[in-house]
């Protein structure tokens, strides 16, 4: 801003006429206001225009403030002159400086000329510079904001590279005691193989850990410019063959070309020998990792630099913060150039240019691994920097990439101070030792775990726990082999896993973890478990994300879109750790995320519980299918036809049909999805399809369900008529909408066959009607004659008794008749009941009295019990009365004690109990009237039907008194008419029956009785 202010002041003092004077005030951090005079009449009157406090005050001003005119300024505080002029500087104006957003930076206080009037002219030009001075202003604003951003990103990377010095060096001292023990543990004599083999893995990873702090280590202190290169003269051809000689055993093992091509040097190169062992070998491992087929060729070759180049610059985007080595001559030198080239995967074009910039790493590459920290060619490109090469990379996609590191030969390009002072005795042997084999095995071994491991040839019954697992018959582990572990999840052990992990030591912790108590196979990647899951559908896929070729998220993807395995449970595996890496797994669609390193006890109860709740779900969908396929079997077996409509558009369309509806409606090969009210014109034609639709809707919109027990119409696409009996009802549907089913039967048949039993039934009471009343004809003269023959008192004792036969048979004869009649006009609805208030008392004394006679004959023991009510504590003895028919009631009772007297042996018991049950509401109770014997008994079987017409019971007995079967139906319908009920009771052949008649007990009683 200061810069600013002069470069104005520059231009406001070339018219000094037009600007007397200027002063600007800014507003500062912290609030406050600081004064600037930008040109002033003379220096004496500075101290008057900085002391000025209108300028002050109006940066206090809101910032929606216009320009303001100051019309006095010397009022104000502010009196000059101008050198030449005689009059006083009076007018002034005051305009608001804007800076970045708008937001209001200041103002500006410009002096109007005494001898040019303020026209809009005039404004015009002032305004013009107050904008040019706030234009000014917001672009130093933004320089300087810039410029703090920049020094707080370099401070910021500064402490970042401190960190990672800091913390590789803390890495380092835990290491140190973590890898001695381990090597002397692994070197013991007396471990057993299983557990030699699980302290090779820690020592594995352990040294590959320390690898990876070293690498980060080196990297920080050539951040931050300590790194020290010690340059000897070396044999870089011998040295250069030695170290790619060391991944051969690698190549051959992939199955990779490797063609090492060094031929000797002109010229010694003075490098850092650990230095260029870094170089040469991240450069082969990275060709390695990223070359899945083909061929890996390293090449030396000796070339001379033109000049004027300048090797000290690469030909990558990354800056380097590494100290600049001498300067490259400008004559013609000798350079070595390092050729690394491979047929892999290769490198996008628009990914090419940050190949070299530190943690990056290129997207969805296919390599061996997905495993790495992105700094290796970073740490290559500042290894070259500081031989004073440079290092260039060249790529086409899917076709492979070479990379070039071009190195001067000899030394006058590094500083002399960094230069090894050999001594001439020993220096040949300096110059030629080989390359020490250390740290080229640590990358070789990396890499070789990169290599899928050969799985061991054993038994599949001992390929997974202990020696004594077994496999069944489904090929699942039995249950005798495994150890003891969570019996809770005991029923889904033998289940297969499909572990997916690029890490070759985690894949075999998972296997030897998993494998006592599941079938696990294992993937080097996410397209080999995708095949392995897709060949033979997993119970569970044990995933890791980052991986080559296909990623653990891309894997998920791909199993939620295949048909078979979407319901597989997928187990995330992962090195990024904090919520937002969790919830993207979750989301898309994981079971369960788990975050490296991980407890082995909490990744088995978590698996054993996605197992099992994955046999559950599979149980309880299999049950469902059964089911679902046994009512779909017997819905498409039943005679019963049924069909589904819903609202489509606001028209009711079949969704389903069974094959009895499908028939119905004719068979139409477009039924599913027609209109409803289209079929239904169809069969029935109008205004009846319309009865019948609106029913329909009426059920869908209420819930109401709609029976009709007979639907007797002519269809009219058959010209016939059928019958049917159907119910509709509102059912939910899996759409959440709702629809209407409807269940129905052809009862053509049934209403033919009824009709028919009506007819022949109608025929039967006309036939009996004739019958009893063509009887009653004959049987009165027979009377009449008895009733002579017995008043002639005939001396013959012989014929005395013909006499009474023929006169008991007559009343025998008679009674059957008249049941005949009775029978017949109940069944026709002609039996009128004269009904009055009647005393059960008197009923059964008639009855008696009618019964009395065959029980005297067979001289059985007969009672006559009434037993009074109880009623809130207190007995209660009145006469029980009903409202009825005395006659039918009587009728119905001494039924009852004939068909009693009938079937009880000679000299057994008949009991008659009168009583009245209360009522549970405190109303009228039930007149009571239980008729037990000890007689034959009824079966169970014929319990339920001996109150219809023509049942009676054993045939075969000798009972002289014989019987249509109609007296018990009689006693049904005539008590069932005084709005009674009678029922039987018996524990079963020979066990006696007891019959109960209940009638309504008469409340009040009729002033006239």
């Given at each position: 801003e200061g810069q600013v202010q002069r470069r104005v002041c520059g231009v406001v003092s070339d018219a000094p006429l037009d600007l007397p004077f200027a002063a600007v005030y800014l507003n500062e951090p912290g609030g406050q206001v600081a004064g600037q005079v930008l040109q002033g009449p003379t220096v004496r009157r500075i101290e008057e225009v900085e002391s000025f406090g209108e300028g002050r005050r109006a940066v206090g001003q809101a910032e929606a403030d216009p320009a303001r005119d100051l019309p006095d300024l010397p009022a104000l505080g502010l009196s000059l002159t101008l050198p030449g002029w005689p009059e006083t500087l009076r007018r002034g104006v005051l305009l608001p400086l804007r800076g970045a957003g708008k937001d209001l930076a200041g103002v500006l206080v410009l002096g109007v000329s005494p001898r040019r009037p303020l026209d809009e002219e005039y404004r015009d030009f002032l305004n013009l510079v107050a904008g040019q001075v706030s234009a000014a202003l917001a672009d130093a604003s933004a320089y300087e904001a810039e410029r703090r951003r920049a020094e707080s990103l370099a401070e910021l990377d500064r402490a970042k590279t401190a960190f990672f010095s800091n913390i590789s060096h803390e890495f380092r001292t835990p290491l140190?005691?973590?890898?001695?023990?381990?090597?002397?543990?692994?070197?013991?004599?007396?471990?057993?193989?299983?557990?030699?083999?699980?302290?090779?893995?820690?020592?594995?990873?352990?040294?590959?850990?320390?690898?990876?702090?070293?690498?980060?280590?080196?990297?920080?202190?050539?951040?931050?410019?300590?790194?020290?290169?010690?340059?000897e003269a070396t044999d870089l051809a011998a040295l250069t063959r030695d170290l790619a000689s060391t991944f051969r055993s690698a190549m051959e093992r992939a199955g990779l070309a490797f063609e090492v091509d060094c031929p000797p040097l002109s010229a010694h190169a003075y490098v850092d020998r650990e230095m260029w062992e870094k170089i040469v070998l991240n450069l082969l491992s990275n060709a390695f990792k990223f070359t899945m087929r083909g061929q890996v060729t390293v090449r030396l070759r000796e070339a001379g630099l033109e000049a004027g180049?300048?090797?000290?610059?690469?030909?990558?985007?990354?800056?380097?913060?590494?100290?600049?080595?001498?300067?490259?001559?400008?004559?013609?030198?000798?350079?070595?150039?390092?050729?690394?080239?491979?047929?892999?995967?290769?490198?996008?074009?628009?990914?090419?240019?940050?190949?070299?910039?530190?943690?990056?790493?290129?997207?969805?590459?296919?390599?061996?691994?997905?495993?790495?920290?992105?700094?290796?060619?970073?740490?290559?490109?500042?290894?070259?920097?500081?031989?004073?090469?440079?290092i260039e990379a060249s790529s086409v996609h899917g076709r492979g990439a070479v990379f070039r590191v071009v190195l001067p030969l000899g030394r006058e390009h590094l500083p002399r101070e960094r230069i090894e002072r050999i001594e001439r005795i020993d220096r040949t042997e300096r110059i030629e030792r080989t390359a020490s084999t250390t740290a080229a095995r640590a990358y070789v071994d990396e890499a070789l775990r990169w290599l899928p491991a050969p799985e061991p040839a054993q038994d599949p019954a001992h390929a997974h726990g202990s020696g004594t697992a077994?496999?069944?018959?489904?090929?699942?582990?039995?249950?005798?082999?495994?150890?003891?572990?969570?019996?809770?999840?005991?029923?889904?052990?033998?289940?297969?896993?499909?572990?997916?992990?690029?890490?070759?030591?985690?894949?075999?912790y998972l296997r030897d973890l998993l494998s006592p108590y599941y079938a696990v196979e294992l993937a080097a990647d996410g397209l080999q478990a995708l095949e392995a899951a897709r060949r033979v559908p997993p119970d569970l896929l044990l995933s890791d994300v980052m991986m080559p070729r296909l990623d653990g998220l891309a894997l998920l993807s791909a199993i939620r879109a295949d048909a078979r395995l979407g319901g597989v449970p997928v187990v995330l595996l992962s090195a990024r750790a904090g919520e937002e890496a969790r919830i993207e797994g979750l989301d898309a669609g994981a079971d369960d995320y788990m975050i490296k390193p991980f407890s082995s006890r909490e990744l088995l109860a978590r698996l054993g519980a996605l197992l099992e709740l994955r046999r559950m779900r599979q149980s309880a969908e299999a049950a469902s299918r059964v089911r679902t396929e046994q009512f779909e079997?017997?819905?498409?077996?039943?005679?019963?036809?049924?069909?589904?409509?819903?609202?489509?558009?606001?028209?009711?369309?079949?969704?389903?049909?069974?094959?009895?509806?499908?028939?119905?409606?004719?068979?139409?090969?477009?039924?599913?999805?027609?209109?409803?009210?289209?079929?239904?014109?169809?069969?029935?034609?109008?205004?009846?399809?319309?009865?019948?639709?609106?029913?329909?809707?009426?059920?869908?919109?209420?819930?109401e369900p709609y029976h009709t027990p007979e639907f007797i119409q002519e269809r009219s696409d058959l010209g016939v008529t059928e019958?049917?009996?159907?119910?509709?009802?509102?059912?939910?549907?899996?759409?959440?909408?709702?629809?209407?089913?409807?269940?129905?039967?052809?009862?053509?048949?049934?209403?033919?066959?009824?009709?028919?039993?009506?007819?022949?039934?109608?025929?039967?009471?006309?036939?009996?009607?004739?019958?009893?009343?063509?009887?009653?004809?004959?049987?009165?003269?027979?009377?009449?004659?008895?009733?002579?023959?017995?008043?002639?008192?005939?001396?013959?004792?012989?014929?005395?008794?013909?006499?009474?036969?023929?006169?008991?048979?007559?009343?025998?004869?008679?009674?059957?008749?008249?049941?005949?009649?009775?029978?017949?006009?109940?069944?026709?609805?002609?039996?009128?009941?004269?009904?009055?208030?009647?005393?059960?008392?008197?009923?059964i004394a008639q009855a008696v009295e009618t019964a009395e006679p065959l029980m005297r004959e067979r001289r059985h023991h007969f009672s006559v019990t009434s037993v009074t009510s109880v009623t809130s504590g207190t007995t209660v003895a009145r006469p029980l009365r009903v409202h009825g028919d005395l006659a039918r009631l009587v009728q119905c009772v001494a039924n009852v004690l004939t068909n009693a007297a009938k079937y009880t042996d000679p000299e057994g018991r008949i009991d008659l109990t009168m009583s009245e049950e209360p009522a549970l509401a405190g109303g009228p109770g039930t007149a009571l009237i239980r008729i037990s014997?000890?007689?034959?008994?009824?079966?169970?079987a014929l319990q339920a039907t001996m109150f219809d017409l023509f049942v009676q019971g054993d045939r075969t007995l000798d009972r002289s008194q014989g019987g249509l079967g109609i007296g018990l139906s009689l006693v049904r319908q005539l008590i069932g008419m005084h709005g009674g009920s009678v029922s039987v009771h018996s524990d079963g052949a020979g066990c006696g029956a007891r019959f109960e008649l209940r009638l309504p007990v008469l409340a009040t009683i009729p002033a006239s009785d």
């Open positions: 140190t005691l973590m890898l001695g023990p381990l090597e002397e543990l692994v070197t013991a004599p007396h471990l057993d193989g299983p557990a030699r083999d699980r302290l090779a893995l820690v020592l594995r990873n352990a040294s590959r850990l320390q690898r990876l702090v070293n690498t980060l280590l080196d990297f920080s202190r050539i951040e931050a410019g300590r790194a020290q290169a010690r340059y180049q300048d090797l000290s610059q690469s030909q990558s985007q990354s800056q380097s913060q590494s100290p600049s080595p001498s300067p490259s001559p400008s004559q013609s030198q000798s350079q070595a150039v390092l050729e690394v080239a491979d047929t892999g995967a290769g490198i996008p074009a628009d990914e090419l240019p940050k190949v070299f910039d530190r943690f990056h790493r290129v997207a969805g590459a296919e390599g061996r691994t997905h495993e790495g920290s992105g700094i290796g060619l970073a740490l290559v490109q500042e290894l070259v920097l500081l031989h004073g090469g440079r077994r496999v069944d018959e489904s090929g699942r582990l039995a249950a005798a082999g495994w150890p003891a572990a969570d019996q809770r999840f005991a029923a889904t052990f033998g289940a297969r896993i499909v572990v997916a992990d690029d890490n070759a030591d985690m894949r075999t079997t017997l819905l498409n077996a039943a005679p019963m036809g049924l069909f589904l409509v819903a609202l489509d558009d606001g028209v009711l369309r079949v969704r389903e049909a069974n094959p009895t509806a499908r028939a119905t409606f004719g068979h139409a090969p477009d039924l599913i999805g027609a209109r409803f009210d289209a079929l239904v014109e169809r069969q029935w034609g109008h205004p009846l399809s319309d009865q019948v639709v609106s029913l329909f809707l009426r059920t869908l919109e209420t819930g019958a049917y009996e159907w119910q509709i009802s509102r059912i939910p549907l899996a759409d959440g909408s709702m629809g209407v089913v409807c269940y129905y039967r052809e009862i053509s048949a049934h209403l033919k066959a009824r009709r028919r039993l009506e007819a022949a039934d109608r025929q039967k009471d006309q036939f009996l009607a004739m019958l009893a009343h063509e009887l009653r004809n004959p049987i009165a003269p027979i009377r009449s004659a008895g009733d002579v023959l017995s008043r002639l008192g005939l001396p013959d004792e012989r014929s005395q008794k013909m006499v009474a036969i023929i006169r008991r048979q007559v009343e025998t004869l008679t009674r059957l008749v008249d049941d005949l009649l009775d029978v017949s006009r109940i069944t026709q609805g002609r039996v009128e009941l004269q009904l009055k208030p009647v005393l059960l008392s008197e009923v014997d000890d007689g034959i008994g009824v079966p169970p």
